[in-house]
Nanobody, 127 residues
Framework: QVQLVESGGGSVQAGGSLRLSCAAS????????KAWFRQDPWKEREGVAF???????SYADSVKGRFTISQDNAKNTVYLQMDSLKPEDTAMYYC?????????????????????WGQGTQVTVSS
């Protein structure tokens, strides 16, 4: 059973930076899509950054150029570096993953494709 544990959330002023981490355990062989989603109480959960097993990445337009997703396979950890934060980035951030077989062009799928989830970490950006 895959388990994901996020850390690194907190409160920051607009323009600041935070780095989220997602430590995984239980991965079996094969390739995994990994992603960061976020949700605030008034919106649906949205994917913001995605990374394939080969390291290729995709981003939502709202965070492109400000957020960077990366992974350390030796540590089974995925990171989300968030720079130039805005108040509208305030949300609960979730790490997610699913195992895929074969070739896919990207991991930018909706939340329904992801079957492993962390408990979330809160990010609050004040103006």
């Amino acid at each position: 059973q895959v388990q994901l544990v996020e850390s690194g959330g907190g409160s920051v002023q607009a323009g600041g930076s935070l780095r989220l981490s997602c430590a995984a355990s239980g991965y079996t062989g094969g390739n995994y899509c990994k992603a960061w989603f976020r949700q605030d109480p008034w919106k649906e959960r949205e994917g913001v950054a995605f990374i394939k097993g080969d390291g290729s990445t995709s981003y939502a337009d709202s965070v492109k150029g400000r957020f960077t997703i990366s992974q350390d396979n030796a540590k089974n950890t995925v990171y989300l570096q968030m720079d130039s934060l805005k108040p509208e980035d305030t949300a609960m951030y979730y790490c997610a993953a699913f195992r895929y077989v074969g070739r896919i062009s990207s991991c930018a799928f909706s939340q329904s494709a992801y079957n492993y989830w962390g408990q979330g970490t809160q990010v609050t950006v004040s103006s």
